[in-house]
C-alpha cells in the first residue's frame, strides 16, 4: 500500500506570534502558534511545522516555550526549524517537544552539521530546508535552479537539485522543499522544481510554498510530493485541511 500523503500546516513564529506575508515580505499578524496548532490537530493535520524568522537568542527561547506548550495540547510529530545552528540547538528542540528538526542556513554555511546531527540523533530526525528559486539573471546553475537565504532574498549560486541530493547524502532523512517564487502566492506550487528534485532524491520530499486550493495539493501529490505544507490558506480560511484531504482521496491519493 502506498505512503498516504501528508498535510502539513507552518506556522512562521516571530516574537511569539504566528505572521504570513507574500515572498516573506508585508507580514502580518495570524495568531496565537498554540492556538492554531491545536486547531490543526483537531482538523486532522498530520503534522506541524513551525519556523522560527526571529531566531534571535530571545527567538530561541520563544520557541521554546511555543514547542513546549504545543507538545502538551496537540499530538502530531512536530517540526521545528529557524535559527538551528548546532547539535546542542537540535538538542534542546527535541528535549523541548520537537520530533524532527529543520536547518537551512547553518547547513550551507558547515554542511559537516547535517552528519552531526544525523549521527547524533538518527536522520528520521534532520530535515534540509531548501529554499529554492528559478535562477535570475547572471546567475546559472545546471537545474535552473538555486538555493537562497534569508527569505529567498540572498542568492547563493548553489544548485538546488544537486544541494537536495548532497544533503541526503550527507544525513538528512527528508527535504522540505520551499519555492521562494511561489510562496504566499497561491497560485500553486512549482510542479518544474519538485520534479527536478523528486527525480534525484529516494527520501521523502515536503512541497512546499504556492497553495490555492484543495486541487494544488493534489497536483504536487502527483508529481511526487509525499507531503505538502502550507500556510496562509490555512491561517485564513481559504481552505481546510478536510477539504485538502478530500481533495487528495478523491483523486485516489492515500490520506490518513
Not at 507580514?27 to 503534522?47: C, I, W
Not at 497553495?211 to 480560511?237: E, K
Request: charged content about 20%; glycine content about 10%.
Amino acid at each position: 500500500m502506498s505512503v498516504a500523503i501528508r498535510i502539513i500546516p507552518c506556522l512562521d513564529v516571530k516574537d511569539g506570534r504566528v505572521v504570513k506575508g507574500v515572498n516573506f515580505q508585508g507580514l502580518k499578524d495570524a495568531g496565537d502558534p498554540v492556538e492554531l496548532a491545536s486547531r490543526y490537530g483537531a482538523q486532522g493535520a498530520d503534522e506541524i511545522t513551525f519556523l522560527d524568522i526571529s531566531a534571535s537568542h530571545e527567538g530561541r527561547s520563544t520557541m521554546l516555550d511555543v514547542v513546549r506548550r504545543t507538545a502538551e495540547q496537540v499530538f502530531v510529530p512536530l517540526t521545528v526549524g529557524g535559527g538551528v545552528r548546532s547539535v546542542d540547538d537540535v538538542d534542546l528542540l527535541l528535549k523541548a517537544g520537537a520530533d524532527k528538526v529543520s536547518i537551512n542556513t547553518a547547513a550551507i554555511e558547515a554542511p559537516s552539521l547535517l552528519t552531526e546531527v544525523a549521527r547524533r540523533f538518527g536522520n528520521q530526525v534532520l530535515v534540509l530546508s531548501v529554499d529554492a528559486r528559478r535562477c535570475p539573471s547572471g546567475v546559472s546553475t545546471a537545474s535552473g535552479f538555486e538555493v537562497t537565504t534569508h527569505g529567498g532574498r540572498t542568492s547563493t549560486g548553489i544548485d538546488a537539485v544537486a544541494w537536495a541530493v548532497r544533503g541526503v547524502k550527507l544525513g538528512a532523512g527528508e527535504i522540505l522543499l520551499n519555492s521562494m517564487d511561489a510562496d504566499g502566492v497561491t497560485q500553486g506550487f512549482d510542479t518544474e522544481l519538485i520534479d527536478a528534485v523528486r527525480r534525484q532524491v529516494q527520501v521523502p520530499l515536503i512541497a512546499s510554498g504556492g497553495a490555492g486550493r484543495p486541487q494544488d495539493f493534489v497536483t504536487a501529490a502527483d508529481h511526487g510530493a509525499d507531503g505538502v505544507l502550507a500556510a496562509s490558506v490555512f491561517h485564513y480560511g481559504v481552505t481546510t485541511i478536510p477539504e485538502a484531504k478530500n481533495a487528495l482521496r478523491d483523486a485516489d491519493h492515500p490520506v490518513r
